[in-house]
C-alpha cells in the first residue's frame, strides 16, 4: 500500500495490461521476468525506478498471491512465443517473398551501368592490394 495526499491505495492493481504497479505502466510480469532471471530486487527496483514500499510491497503481493500471478506470467509467456511464432514466419514469408522477386526482375538498364562500373572499381582495387 502506498500513502498519497492521506489516502492509501494499492501498490498492485489490475489493469488493461494484467496486474500492474499502480501509477505505472509496470507490470508484474515485467517483474517476474527479472526475478525468472535472478536479478536482485534491488537492481529491479532501480531498474524501474520504484520505491522501496512499492518494491516491498509487489515482492509480499507475488509471495502472497504465488499461485495466481504464476498462472497468469505463464500465459504471458505462452501469448508472447505465440506472437514471436507469428511474426517470426510473417517475416520469413516477407523475405522469401523479396528474394523471390529480386531474382526474377531483371535489373534496369540504369542499374546494369551502376554494378558494371562497382564491379570495375572492386577488380582494381582487387589488383592494387593483391599486389602488396
Known sequence: MVKTNGNIQPTVIRTQRGLSVSGTRITLYQ?????????????IRDRFKLSIQQMN????????????????????????????????NRHREQLLNAEQYIATTPPQQAEEKIWTKLHTWKNRIAQEYSSY
Open 31 to 43: 517483474i517476474m521476468a527479472c526475478l525468472q532471471a535472478n536479478l536482485s530486487p534491488e537492481l
Open 57 to 88: 510491497d509487489v515482492l509480499k503481493y507475488i509471495n502472497q498471491n504465488r499461485d495466481e500471478v504464476e498462472t497468469e506470467y505463464q500465459k504471458i509467456l505462452e501469448q508472447a512465443e505465440t506472437n514471436r511464432q507469428y511474426w517470426e
